[in-house]
């Protein structure tokens, strides 16, 4: 076999003749981060539906219909307020769980597994950490997008009474992070999808159903009330709902916001070393 | 690039056991074997990806261990497997890239269509990455690679499960990096790559070298100028082997062929004829690295 060297002005790739290198300063989990941006760009009209078009259709459904009839008994359950008042923050807080759990268990697979997105990452001068805090960032814009808009919606609706309902957004995107860091440490471990089934089944839809969202958990008998005031989106929905109507509650409010900072953390330091653990071999 | 007595153990399992290797600037050095030699983890040490787990490595003059950012700012690494984002375009896969490295946007831009046109790809430039051949995505993975005009390219397997003629372009890429002074690492099972491609080579089996040197010597050293290749009925080749022993400096029985090794084959071969054997087919080549290699290990490279 022969081959003929090509000729000599095509395009001109040897390292001497590149201007000499200029580093942007842009810190290395951010250039990860940028990943994510780019590729929503090109992606985002699929997410519409979720961010968009969810809290519309259930505050509708759930919040002026069933609300409907709710208030025609009597709302001293759900603390003398329009039921459609007291379910607004609590799904403010279930979405930002579901979308931090969501966003943090098939992308994560996509990138060890699918498309392998973290290795092409690690064979640059990116580290491990550097591609866990540019998704988990990333994760957390998803979470602050939702977040944001269904408040937006929930305006719209009328159904925020207090001004406080601002510092509610922060506490929905606190409830998003303090699910996704954990989760991500989880689907590290994961070799296929089926157990972010699981996870949902058993773990997500329950939490959604039964931490006081659409009802109080007073409401529930007494051991299960205390496992469901336990639970991690209680916190979310107890602090997203005292916000938003005005009753933010002091020390209970801080007690959930703690809560849910160390599950948080803890999330990060575990998902540090599942990270590790499955990266770098 | 040093290594000494490189190791790297999984648990139990020694898949790189204690090897030296010396690279040098501008050469394209090659590591050839068999799948599951150790050539991969071998690579992915020198990529800093996988730390080392007994010997010394330097890279670049650096310790993979402690500078593997600085040490991965300046090579590029093409892996087995691509690693491209499907749904993305071609450009932004090249982009992105670049920005992992930190490159400023402009600089990257230009940089990006000089390595679209290398890559012979503008004109696929704003398509998704999805429909391209593997031919495509293996020099859009070259070109990338580039992006951060490194000194030193990592190739592993760079053609598996290409056709010949997407072999042949992307080894056409390779020669002009090789000419511009890139130092070229390619891990490959396959022989005639090995041969066409690099300057010096080990060949690595079960985690050892078992012989290093320029491809020409290799043959010299482990096999002789010619071959006979001998095609008979089914089954027969045990026992033609052994019939014709004493005509050649060494015979191989493999399932399919009977190789005679010699200095002059068609000599060889007359004689073979006028022994009364009629092989079905008989072939007089010159010596490659396949030879070598069978000669080394016992075994063919690609099964």
């Given amino acids: 076999m022969t081959f003929t060297p090509p000729p000599r002005d095509a395009a001109n790739v040897s390292p001497d003749a590149a201007s000499p290198q200029r580093r942007s300063r842009?810190?290395?989990?951010?250039?990860?981060?940028?990943?994510?941006?780019?590729?929503?760009?090109?992606?985002?009209?699929?997410?519409?539906?979720?961010?968009?078009?969810?809290?519309?259709?259930?505050?509708?459904?759930?919040?002026?219909?069933?609300?409907?009839?709710?208030?025609?008994?009597?709302?001293?359950?759900?603390?003398?307020?329009?039921?459609?008042?007291?379910?607004?923050?609590?799904?403010?807080?279930?979405?930002?769980?579901?979308?931090?759990?969501?966003?943090?268990?098939?992308?994560?697979?996509?990138?060890?597994?699918?498309?392998?997105?973290?290795?092409?990452?690690?064979?640059?001068?990116?580290?491990?950490?550097?591609?866990?805090?540019?998704?988990?960032?990333w994760i957390l814009t998803r979470v602050a997008l939702a977040s944001g808009v269904f408040l937006a919606v929930m305006t719209a609706f009328h159904t925020v009474p207090s001004a406080w309902a601002v510092a509610a957004f922060?506490?929905?995107?606190?409830?998003?992070?303090?699910?996704?860091?954990?989760?991500?440490?989880?689907?590290?471990?994961?070799?296929?999808d089926q157990s972010f089934v699981v996870l949902y089944r058993f773990g997500i839809v329950p939490l959604f159903l039964f931490s006081g969202t659409f009802f109080p958990v007073t409401q529930?008998?007494?051991?299960?009330?205390?496992?469901?005031?336990?639970?991690p989106l209680y916190q979310g929905v107890s602090l997203c709902r005292g916000l938003v109507l005005g009753r933010p509650g002091g020390w209970d409010a801080l007690g959930h916001a703690v809560y849910l900072l160390v599950m948080f953390a803890g999330g990060v330091l575990a998902a540090r070393v599942s990270y590790r653990r499955r990266l770098v071999q | 690039m040093q290594a000494r007595r490189l190791t790297k153990r999984f648990g139990e399992f020694t898949a790189v056991d204690a090897v030296d290797f010396d690279i040098h600037v501008g050469e394209a050095f090659g590591f050839l074997g068999a799948n599951g030699a150790g050539k991969t983890s071998t690579m992915r040490m020198i990529a800093c990806l996988s730390p080392i787990s007994g010997g010394t490595l330097q890279v670049l003059g650096l310790d993979p261990m402690r500078e593997g950012p600085q040490i991965r700012s300046r090579i590029g690494l093409v892996p087995q497997d691509d690693t491209l984002d499907l749904e993305l375009t071609v450009r932004d896969n090249l982009y992105l890239y670049g920005r992992y490295f930190g490159l400023p946007k402009k600089q990257l831009?230009?940089?990006?269509?000089?390595?679209?046109?290398?890559?012979?790809?503008?004109?696929?430039?704003?398509?998704?990455?999805?429909?391209?051949?593997?031919?495509?995505?293996?020099?859009?993975?070259?070109?990338?690679?580039?992006?951060?005009?490194?000194?030193?390219?990592?190739?592993?397997?760079?053609?598996?499960?290409?056709?010949?003629?997407?072999?042949?372009?992307?080894?056409?890429?390779?020669?002009?990096?090789?000419?511009?002074?890139?130092?070229?690492?390619?891990?490959?099972?396959?022989?005639?790559?090995?041969?066409?491609?690099?300057?010096?080579?080990?060949?690595?089996?079960?985690?050892?070298?078992?012989?290093?040197?320029?491809?020409?010597?290799?043959?010299?050293?482990?096999?002789?100028?010619e071959v006979v290749e001998l095609r008979f009925e089914?089954?027969?080749?045990?026992?033609?082997?052994?019939?014709?022993?004493?005509?050649?400096?060494?015979?191989?029985?493999?399932?399919?062929?009977?190789?005679?090794?010699?200095?002059?084959?068609?000599?060889?071969?007359?004689?073979?004829?006028?022994?009364?054997?009629?092989?079905?087919?008989?072939?007089?080549?010159?010596?490659?690295?396949?030879?070598?290699?069978?000669?080394?290990?016992?075994?063919?490279?690609?099964?």
């Avoid at chain 2, 051949?133 to 070259?142: C, F, N, P, V």
């Fill in chain 2, 109 to 225: 831009r230009e940089r990006v269509d000089e390595l679209l046109e290398f890559a012979r790809l503008t004109e696929r430039a704003d398509e998704r990455v999805d429909p391209l051949s593997g031919g495509m995505r293996r020099r859009l993975t070259i070109a990338r690679a580039l992006v951060s005009s490194p000194s030193l390219v990592i190739l592993d397997e760079p053609t598996t499960g290409l056709d010949p003629q997407a072999r042949h372009l992307l080894w056409d890429r390779l020669y002009r990096l090789k000419r511009e002074g890139v130092t070229l690492v390619i891990t490959t099972h396959y022989m005639d790559e090995a041969e066409q491609l690099c300057d010096r080579l080990v060949v690595m089996d079960a985690g050892r070298i078992a012989a290093a040197g320029s491809p020409r010597e290799l043959i010299e050293q482990w096999s002789t100028r």
């Fill in chain 1, 26 to 137: 842009v810190s290395p989990a951010l250039r990860a981060y940028q990943y994510n941006l780019l590729a929503y760009k090109r992606t985002w009209r699929g997410s519409l539906t979720t961010t968009f078009l969810y809290p519309v259709l259930y505050l509708a459904a759930i919040g002026v219909g069933l609300g409907h009839l709710i208030d025609h008994g009597s709302n001293k359950a759900v603390g003398g307020v329009p039921y459609l008042w007291f379910l607004a923050p609590g799904l403010l807080a279930g979405t930002a769980m579901q979308i931090g759990a969501n966003e943090s268990t098939f992308p994560v697979m996509a990138g060890i597994k699918w498309l392998k997105t973290y290795f092409a990452m690690l064979a640059t001068p990116l580290e491990v950490t550097d591609v866990l805090y540019g998704h988990l960032l």
């Fill in chain 1, 220 to 231: 529930l008998p007494g051991w299960l009330q205390v496992i469901a005031r336990c639970t």
């Fill in chain 1, 170 to 192: 922060p506490a929905a995107v606190l409830t998003g992070a303090a699910f996704s860091a954990p989760v991500m440490a989880f689907s590290a471990t994961r070799e296929t």
């Fill in chain 2, 234 to 303: 089914a089954e027969g080749h045990q026992v033609h082997g052994d019939r014709l022993a004493d005509l050649a400096e060494r015979v191989e029985v493999l399932p399919d062929r009977l190789l005679l090794y010699t200095d002059e084959g068609d000599a060889t071969l007359d004689a073979v004829r006028s022994r009364g054997a009629s092989p079905i087919a008989a072939l007089v080549r010159r010596s490659t690295l396949e030879d070598v290699f069978l000669h080394l290990t016992g075994r063919s490279l690609v099964d």
